[in-house]
């Protein structure tokens, strides 16, 4: 008896569509075990996150609610994904675009409401592209790892927006606590159903749209994804690497940013502190499981999204720690890289003396 | 003044050098681990429930190694073993990492142990100036300082640290010379992982003896960059180390004298000056004579050797 691993000569589209569930699946009853660990029954848990997310109009609302700054993030990475760049700053970028929004919500005295969304609109682009521009800049000038730099910057968005709201921007009504005044109804998105589901969410989906025709339909996204498969090619086709290296964190950056201006404008109202509880993060296994394809991240995104909204409720049931969130996410993307070794390659069983 | 300030720098550095040394036992192997952050937080808080729970601090330590160490089995499975992405794997750990300690550190909050305590090494400590920021530190540093030089021994003048760094450099090499890749590889990251968990721990058992939510703050991320800085050696990740510690404590030091500038903007200090030595230590990289291992972030197949 012996085990044989050879590599598969055609993966079988059921493998490739089964496996990743079956990783879900797995990671669901893994975590099973640590809500037991903790005192809490997994089926009572399961059972409560999924009518809590999908089980009333207000439940579905606000996992839509939840979803919207995550399809952002997630394409902005699954974008950078493309051209084999990691971006893992979305949720530093998020924050800065928050803070560009707010800048404008705040300071500009724009009177007309679409006048002032499109100035928000393109404040958090900018903040949030010129923020992963930074690391895109050193990526492409001097080669610096683009992962560890990326990062970084998040801790230093997260301080600065923290500076802001504990120093100038800080609301003189607002009995010291650590948030800008309140935005006027010029700068708050449309809201809908009289609950905080607001329009930034088929703003995520047009974005989306738009995302799918660029790297699908155009030469820019072409050059993306030729570089992105053989860098190498990309160079003696005469491609601008570098620039490409640059412009495509740069976009990446700044669709992330617009989830800052989308969470200001229409949920929250205000920048404040704790705007994100890690939604940059979780785009990661977004645009992972997604596998570079917009709608995909469309989808992932809703999944993740029923995740942290049964993952709110477990808090208030159970106190469980919202981080727990993380703990399963980080096992959804363990069983996915175990998964994909099924993918590429087969184990075999041989009875029997094997001859060498 | 300055006495003080090196004292608070080679404490706040520790927690720094143990985890830049156990990455660096890693990408030594030719894997990148992104769960250096994970994993000291893991250590952090099996070292407190360890040492909690027996009294012991030595326990509390073993323990820190052994939680890591397990935990940095399943980066190794997924990199070694089934051939995964590296840093998709090292990002699961890194989340892992927080999610879990939050969880199982929840009935921890607020507890407290005798922590680490300074012991004067005679002689030695009476030194001027380095004296008292060195040799009179506790336990746990002195074995930083003995583990630097460990590590470097154990890659230049013994059998298995040429092949930990032969697998990382030329694997295909390596498999040729009868060096099992996949088993050097394997105990390179758990063992190296082992040793950030350590570092974790020194937060929890020395500097401040208690376990807080998220309590690595980023340092494992600058412990990442660092390994760079240090191309990939020890004792140069100890230099890189107590640099940023000299960082936080002149840091510290500020928002104790009350200075005017906000405490945000000096709390950025830390990350910003990490960014500026990467892009230094880039610079320098590129200019030949790289330090990088060559088969860095690459899955090694044997049937792919040409």
Redesign the interface.
Known sequence: MKLVIE?REITSALIRFSTPIASIGIALFVAGF?LL??GVSPLAAYKEIIIEALGSIYGLSETLVKTTPLIFTGLGVSLAFRMQI?N?GAEGQLYVGAMGATWVALFSGIQNHWVMMTAMFFAAFFCGGLWAGVAGF?RAR????E???T???N??AI??V??LI??PWKDPKGFNFPLTAQFSDTARLAEYFDTRMHSGFFLALFCALVLYLFIERTVWGYEIKVIGSNQKAAQYAGMNTGMAIFFVLFLSGAIAGVAGFSEVAGLQHRLQHGLSPGYG?TA?IIA?LAKRSAIGVVIVSFLMGVLLVGGDSLQLLW?????????????I??FL??S??FIIYRVKLIRGSINV | MFEILLDATVRAGTPILFATLGAIINERAGIIN?GIE?LMLIGALAGFSGTYWSGSLLVGVLAAFCASFIAGS?HA??TVQ????Q???G??????????T???G?GMVGLTIDGFKRVAIPGLSQLPIIGKAFFNQDMLIYFSFVLVFLIWFFFYHTLWGLGVRSVGENPAAADTCGFSVSRYRFFAVTIGSGFVGIGGAYLSLASTPMWI??MSA?RG??A??LV?FAGWSSPRAMLGAYLFGGITAMQLRFQAMGTTI?A??L??LP??F??LV??IS??RL?KGASQQPEGLGLPYDR?DRK
């Open positions: 590599r640590l660990a903790s990691w893992i050193l001097w080669r610096v790892n992962v560890i730099v990062l970084l910057m801790y230093i301080l600065w923290d500076y504990y120093g993060y990661i992972w106190q469980l720690p919202v981080a727990f969130v993380y703990a399963f996410q980080g096992l993307l363990f890289l175990a994909d070794f | 992104l994970g399943i499975l997924i089934l051939r995964g992405n840093i998709v794997s990002l699961a750990m890194t989340m892992f990492g927080v999610g879990i939050a969880l199982f929840k939510e998220n980023g991320w600058i990442v960059a760079i906000s945000h903007i709390q950025m990350y910003f990490t960014i990467l892009v880039t610079q590129q049937e």
